[in-house]
């Protein structure tokens, strides 16, 4: 078991007790996240591991980050992240770096995408995103159009525009992601496939 997977347990026992410090049905809350019953339980009891876009989906449901879902604390008053003190971690195939300080009104990371890798999940969600191209090319597809995005490129946009992220070269691509963590009650999340149903995460935690 890597450092990264051993987090898992952790994360699902966060995930039982932010449900139910909610006051949340398990069915509520998956209704909540657009996943099944079925699928939220099997996160909640460590059978499966949340992908990074699961896991900012489950932040934004019960109001709290990625960060503080996966227990990582503030780096201190000065708020800088240091490169030695942000290890990496591992989910659904992608790996992430944090990049700013937990418990704030955005969220920034260092992602790596290996070729292949949830290119074929579309997001739906409110707030805004930005990348910005570190190596290797990402193919960027917003609403009917595709970008390719090369190192130095970068994109801002308004997630609620349908979006897909995958890398475009064998080698994977490396980027700064940041998202601002809107609050949006239960009926305005928008979330997974507009086409063909799929949510994120699903067929890839």
């Known amino acids: 078991m890597s450092p990264a997977d ?13 449900r139910r410090r909610a006051g949340l049905t398990l ?12 699928h939220l339980s099997r996160l909640e009891t460590g059978r499966r591991q949340p992908s990074l876009p699961l896991l900012l989906t489950l932040a934004r449901s019960y109001g ?5 879902l996966l227990g990582e604390t503030a780096p201190g008053p000065g708020a800088v992240v240091r490169g030695a003190e942000a290890g990496p971690r591992r989910t659904g195939g992608w790996t992430y770096w944090q990049a700013g300080a937990p418990g704030r009104g955005m969220q920034a990371l260092r ?17 805004e995103e930005w ?3 570190l190596q290797g090319r990402l193919r960027l597809r917003l609403g009917d159009t595709e ?9 801002h946009f308004d ?24 609050q949006s009650p239960a009926e305005a999340l928008c979330l997974g496939d507009t086409a063909g149903g799929r949510h994120p995460g699903g067929g890839h935690a």
Do not use: K, N
């Not at 347990?9 to 932010?18: F, G, H, K, Q």
């Not at 709290?64 to 503080?68: A, D, I, L, M, Y």
């Not at 979006?163 to 992601?177: S, W």
């Open 6 to 18: 051993e987090t898992m347990p952790s994360v699902a026992v966060r995930l039982r007790e932010l």
């Open 27 to 38: 069915e509520a809350a998956a209704r909540t996240a657009g996943l099944s019953p079925a």
């Open 64 to 68: 709290t980050t990625v960060s503080e």
């Open 111 to 127: 992602l790596r995408i290996p070729h292949g890798s949830q290119g074929d999940i579309v997001r739906v969600h409110p707030g």
């Open 131 to 133: 990348l910005y191209a």
């Open 147 to 155: 970008h390719v995005l090369a190192p130095g490129d970068s994109a």
């Open 159 to 182: 997630s609620l525009t349908p979006h897909r992220l995958a890398a475009a070269d064998p080698g994977g691509a490396e980027l700064l992601f940041v998202h601002t963590l809107l």
